[in-house]
Nanobody
């Protein structure tokens, strides 16, 4: 049974930083593309960042380029999202997702496995 467990969310002031972690189990982690999505209430769940199975390729949404960094530790079955220079518009529930893939799927429906989400709130 695949499980993805996020941690590291919280409340931070604008300009601050947070580091999200997603611990995976029940899968061959190094064979999976890992991604972070986020969702505001009433809005779509959008891809924020993703990384291929050996970290050779990454994807970032335009809104977070230069501020967020995705990385993974295949020995620890964990993917991270370092979020710097946070803005109030980054406030959302952040979800970790996994798909066995070579490339980087960019839509929600392409990821079969999801975590429960972690709240990130950025105050102005």
């Amino acid at each position: 049974q695949v499980q993805l467990v996020e941690s590291g969310g919280g409340l931070v002031q604008a300009g601050g930083s947070l580091r999200l972690s997603c611990a995976a189990s029940g899968l061959t982690f190094s064979s999976y593309t890992m991604a972070w999505f986020r969702q505001d209430p009433g809005k779509e769940r959008d891809l924020v960042a993703a990384i291929t199975y050996f970290g050779g390729s990454t994807y970032y949404a335009d809104s977070v380029k230069g501020r967020f960094t995705i990385s993974r530790d295949n020995a620890k079955n964990t993917v991270y999202l370092q979020m710097d220079k946070l803005k109030p518009e980054d406030t959302a529930v952040y979800y970790c997702a996994a798909r066995r893939a070579i490339g980087i799927p960019t839509t929600r429906g392409q990821y079969p496995y999801w975590g429960q989400g972690t709240q990130v709130t950025v105050s102005s």
